[in-house]
């Protein structure tokens, strides 16, 4: 059974920076598809970032551009999310998400088979 746990979410004040950890296990995937979103209270779940492990591709939101990577680990199947100059409108609780093989679908939620618990992220002004 696939499983993804999340980790390095906290409260930070804006202009700081969080780095996000997702480790996969269980997956008999050698190449995923693997990506970020999140969820704000009263909105809408979006996708923030993607990665292709297969081909190192990637998909941001236009509002994270410059300022989150997503990246993988040395490790196959541990993937990060390195957010810089965060504002408060980046408060949300933050999931990461993988399915086998190639991003079809991008940032869409869609192209993602599995799921992780989620990790909050607040950003204060």
């Known amino acids: 059974q696939v499983q993804l746990v999340e980790s390095g979410g906290g409260s930070v004040q804006a202009g700081g920076s969080l780095r996000l950890s997702c480790v996969v296990s269980?997956?008999?995937?050698?190449?995923?598809?693997m990506g970020w979103f999140r969820e704000a209270p009263g909105k809408e779940r979006e996708g923030v970032a993607a990665?292709?492990?297969?081909?190192?591709?990637?998909w941001y939101v236009d509002s994270v551009k410059g300022r989150f990577t997503i990246s993988r680990g040395n490790a196959k199947n541990t993937m990060y999310l390195q957010m810089n100059s965060l504002k408060p409108e980046d408060t949300a609780m933050y999931y990461c998400?993988?399915?086998?093989?190639?991003?079809?679908?991008?940032?869409?939620?869609?192209?993602?088979?599995?799921w992780g618990q989620g990790t909050q992220v607040t950003v204060s002004s």
């Open positions: 269980g997956s008999r995937y050698s190449n995923y598809c």
């Open positions: 998400a993988a399915a086998g093989g190639q991003c079809i679908y991008g940032l869409q939620e869609i192209g993602y088979a599995y």
């Open positions: 990665l292709e492990t297969g081909r190192g591709s990637t």
